[in-house]
């Protein structure tokens, strides 16, 4: 799944966990899912920032994805950076729009939500091995999903 491009990318390790971020993770408590090299899919539609201006692009990125008891992280990179690292009880947490697609987990919050000096809407979807396993921990973590 993912483009040729996503796979040559998860071929050469990209998208991995770092060993930092996992020791992080792990002195907080354990990692109940993880899903490295997956292909995400980053849709930014009427996005502005500081010298970008987007009125709706598609980008393919290579990531990781992980939920432990306490937080979720999420990391994709291409030629931008998706990076989104927030506690269950994080406000950033609860802005986030869930949905289970037959193919993805998709995720849309507000991009100032990511960055003060960006406005529009992005939609992050993560093409998950197991998207009902990753979709009902997040319930259980508090998340509003709905099912597509």
């Known amino acids: 799944m993912g483009t040729l491009v996503q796979r040559l990318a998860a071929g050469l390790g990209l998208g991995r966990l770092p060993q930092a971020v996992r020791a992080q993770l792990e002195s907080e408590g354990r990692i109940v899912y993880l899903a490295e090299g997956v292909?995400?899919?980053?849709?930014?539609?009427?996005?502005?920032a500081p010298g970008i201006r987007i009125w709706r692009?598609?980008?393919?990125?290579?990531g990781y994805f992980v939920l432990s008891e306490r937080?979720?992280?999420v990391k994709a990179k291409a030629y931008h950076?998706?990076?989104?690292?927030?506690?269950?009880?994080?406000?950033?947490?609860k802005k986030?729009?869930?949905a289970?697609?037959?193919?993805y987990l998709s995720m849309a919050f507000d991009a100032?939500?990511?960055d003060v000096q960006a406005s529009g809407q992005i939609e992050v979807r993560l093409h998950l091995p197991d998207i009902a396993v990753a979709a009902q921990i997040l319930e259980r973590a508090g998340a509003q999903i709905v099912q597509k």
Not at 57 to 62: E, T
Not at 81 to 93: M, P, Q, V
């Open 39 to 48: 292909p995400e899919t980053a849709i930014f539609r009427h996005y502005r």
């Open 57 to 62: 692009n598609w980008r393919g990125f290579i």
């Open 71 to 73: 937080r979720m992280v």
């Open 81 to 93: 950076e998706i990076n989104i690292n927030a506690a269950y009880d994080d406000l950033l947490f």
């Open 96 to 98: 986030i729009a869930f």
């Open 100 to 103: 289970v697609r037959p193919r």
């Open 112 to 114: 100032s939500a990511q």
